[in-house]
């Protein structure tokens, strides 16, 4: 073979090892940033999932044998008893005390008017009970007064006085119950006469 058939022979072979070796150090740099790449952690994403709301349980004796317990959802920190039966949507009627605040004349169809509030005492009034962690009790302050906050029940009976209806520990947290609300024993359907106190 002719010399500069040979030198052109090997400059060609010189090349193409010179570009192999060049597409294996290329290879090699891609591989190492890849490596890096997969050896650095993630940032952490904040979880933007819908956050859950709180909860207090209302339960309302109509009757010996007449119960409405319903489960009522706020995203307030606490919210006062008057507002958890406000927002229950149970109809109720109420007057305005300027130092007690509200006093609960009707719930549900039963008890009084807002015009006539005392229509039925004595010795018939509505109650108003909290679930504590002892058991229930009558409350010592009025719905405007009280602070509900997550987990608390609130209980309001129509009593007829000392050997009225009462709650006792068949009665627990309604928001406990898969249903909103649940009626114990159905209750009789009549047109309500009454507003909501705001």
């Known amino acids: 073979m002719p010399n500069h058939r040979k030198q052109r022979h090997r ?14 150090a290329l290879l090699g740099v891609c591989l190492a940033l890849l490596l890096v790449t997969l050896a650095i952690p993630s940032p952490a994403i904040p979880h933007s999932g819908p ?7 209302l339960i309302v004796r109509t009757g010996p044998n ?10 307030e920190e606490w919210i006062s008893g008057l507002a958890l039966l406000e927002r229950s949507g149970l109809p109720f009627a109420a007057v ?5 605040g509200a006093f609960i004349c009707g719930i549900a169809d039963v008890g009084c008017p807002a015009d006539r ?17 002892g058991g229930w009790q009558i409350s010592p302050v ?10 608390d029940v609130d209980g309001w009976i129509w009593s007829n006085g000392a050997d009225g209806p009462v709650f006792d520990e068949r009665f627990g947290n309604p928001c406990q119950a898969a249903a909103d609300r649940r009626v ?13 106190y705001r």
């Open 142 to 151: 009025g719905a405007s007064s009280r602070v509900v906050r997550d987990g």
């Open 11 to 24: 400059q060609h072979s010189i090349a193409r090892h010179d570009g192999a070796r060049r597409w294996r």
């Open 66 to 75: 007449e119960v409405v317990s319903q489960c009522v959802s706020f995203d």
């Open 51 to 57: 956050t859950r709301q709180n909860q207090a349980g």
């Open 117 to 133: 509030c005392l229509c039925a005492y004595p010795p018939r009034y509505w109650q108003y009970w909290l679930l504590e962690r």
């Open 184 to 196: 114990y024993l159905p209750l009789v359907s009549r047109t309500s006469f009454y507003t909501n």
């Open 96 to 100: 305005n005390d300027e130092r007690y």
